[in-house]
């Protein structure tokens, strides 16, 4: 769980550096500093547990760091749904990571516009012109498209190659 969420961190670091709009940008930033801090606290409080051994007070405190780390993470994908809508810059053509961040929030954003377009087409209108919630599909998120990523991997080699560094997309949250 706490490389996961450094996993996240990174990702969003890399999408806060090529967001075009500054708040969402600071936004992002601030919820990857958090996640950062909750995951290392995980972390901590795991290497107690391990050494301290068994106790219903250590197992509650660790089961509270997950939890907030699972929070903390689903801040960060917020924000990162709004620094894709906002717009992202196109990242160097080196990077392998922020080309493959970018590709996958390039899918997620073409998800979410497909969608947005077959709702604008079947629209389901009440009187007044608000739109029904019975039966509407909710809206594509980044949660949604991370949970997506383990069956897509079955391509992946359960040895990597040891020189080659994990990126971020290579991670399973």
Known sequence: MV??????????????????????????????????SVSSQLGIVARV??????????SELLLSNVQNLIQAVQHVLRAAEAACVKGLGQPPAD??????????????????????????????????????????KAEPTLMSLVQEQPSRSRNIPKHPNPRKAPTVMDRHL
């Open 49 to 58: 547990k391990a050494v301290t051994g068994e106790s219903k007070a250590s």
């Open 95 to 136: 990077p392998e990571e922020e080309e493959e961040v970018a590709a996958f929030c390039q899918q997620w954003r073409k998800n979410l516009t497909q969608h947005r377009a077959k709702e604008a087409l079947n629209s389901d209108r009440d009187e007044l012109g608000l739109r029904k919630t019975r039966g509407a």
């Open 3 to 36: 490389s996961d969420g450094q996993v996240v961190v990174k990702f969003g670091n890399i999408l806060a550096k090529h967001c075009l709009d500054q708040r969402c940008s600071t936004e992002l930033l601030r919820a990857t500093e958090h996640t950062q």
